[in-house]
């Protein structure tokens, strides 16, 4: 179970030497009856005025059940129910923010987010911007950034993370999370598989460019990670101790972001083509695809990309006529290359995401050979990290230019 306290105290005593956040989330909760809890918080916390932010299927899952148990107390609610675009779509785009800002009203006292990863988004977001807090009801385990500060907002097409603030209380009910679509349980797991090459790209980023890292959020990431990996087959049978293993992973990465102020633990190169990829749908008003989905996928050819072009480049870098960045990289030659080679093969992903029954291949996505390339080629331009994406995209043009 997740411990706060535990995590806090990891917190300070951890001596990285960069800035740790105190985790403002006052409660988190992971079990049956969770609904139930979360509306004695709001009686005991003396909160009156409450926005339940949700669309149409989470309405379903869980508003529906949440809105009843309200209404055996005093507390005044109302349903924000956020409409889809016209592939069936809800976005966390200005359209929706709109919207939600519009129907929370100014002497709102806290807004829930009772839904997955897009309504946590825009309520996320929205609560923010109006100064109110919120407080999460996950309806499925689909992605990591329940708990976390930043929201991924769609504006004029393109998608950019903005840090507003963590939930005040997380309130995840199992019997709810277990009967989450088949397709939303995978994304979940295919959104903690991105953390192997998110780990990587992280130690990277710090060894080749000085960018800060902290062993201790790592740890929590590895930990969740590998906490799913090994209990693959009890999340593929959908089954109450699997599903609570996947989203308690799931929160501690959430918690390791919030530890830092930043993702640098849970995103790196694959989920920077998940964005690339992301965009371009939007642009071609394709139906979208679950984001844990596209990033099962992209982490398969980011770890095929780094276990043969980078390795490659590794060997090539030589003590003379090297620019600053590779002088760096050479100095941890022997650790970069230890950490590639622990790095799992694209296959051993493949079949672990078959395993819970998600999808594997672009094609599957709905994405072609062209826009794989483009998007490996560009979506380094995304995010201001020093990705191993973004070290062999930027070589690659240096040496053309040498040449």
């Known amino acids: 179970m997740v411990n706060l306290l535990e995590l806090s105290s990891l917190a300070e005593k951890c001596d990285c030497g960069n800035k740790h956040f105190d985790f403002a989330i006052d409660k988190i909760v992971i079990g049956k009856d969770a609904l139930e809890d979360a509306v004695s918080y709001l009686v005991n916390s ?48 200005e359209i929706s923010l709109i919207q939600a800002m519009i129907e929370i009203p100014n ?64 309130f995840a009910d199992i019997s709810i999370l277990k009967e989450a679509p088949k397709d939303m349980i995978a994304a979940g797991f295919g959104d903690m598989l991105g953390k192997y090459t998110s780990l990587l790209d992280w130690r990277f980023s710090h060894l ?56 640098y633990p849970a995103s790196g190169g694959e989920h920077h083509v998940s964005h690339y990829w992301e965009m371009d749908f939007l642009q071609k008003q394709k139906p979208q695809v679950l984001h844990g989905a596209k990033v099962s996928v992209s982490t398969q050819l980011i770890t095929e990309l780094y276990k043969n072009s980078f390795i490659k480049r590794l060997n090539l870098l030589e003590n003379s006529s ?38 594997s291949t672009p094609s599957e996505l709905g994405i072609d050979k062209h826009l794989e390339e483009k998007s490996l080629g560009e979506a380094h331009n995304l995010r201001d990290r020093f990705t191993i994406l973004k070290f062999l995209n930027e070589t690659h043009k240096i040496d053309k230019v040498k040449n």
């Open 46 to 93: 003396k909160l009156q005025k409450v926005v339940l932010v949700m669309d149409e299927h989470t309405y379903e899952a869980a508003g529906r059940k949440l809105s009843f148990l309200l209404n055996e107390t005093e507390i005044d609610y109302i349903e924000c129910l956020i409409k889809p675009d016209f592939n069936g779509d809800v976005i966390a785009n």
């Open 322 to 359: 090297l620019i600053d960045n590779e002088r760096m990289i050479n100095d941890h030659k022997d650790e970069l290359f230890q950490l590639i080679q622990d790095l799992p093969d694209a296959k051993e992903i493949s079949l672990l995401i078959q395993k819970v029954g998600g999808i």
């Open 208 to 263: 080749a460019a000085g960018e800060p890292y902290c062993l201790s959020a790592a740890q929590i990431t590895r930990k969740a990670l590998d906490a799913c990996v090994e209990n693959v087959d009890k999340i593929a049978e959908g089954e109450e101790e699997g599903i609570l293993i996947l989203m308690e992973a799931l929160v501690l990465s959430g918690l390791a972001m919030l530890l830092l102020g930043h993702s």
């Open 107 to 170: 002497d709102t006292d806290i807004v829930l987010a009772v839904g997955a990863g897009t309504i946590h988004d825009i309520a996320r977001f929205c609560s923010y911007k109006m100064e109110k807090s919120f407080i999460s009801i996950p309806t499925a385990p689909s992605v990591d950034g329940f708990n976390s500060m930043g929201a991924p907002i769609v504006v004029r097409g393109f998608k950019t993370t903005f840090q507003t603030q963590a939930p005040i209380a997380l």
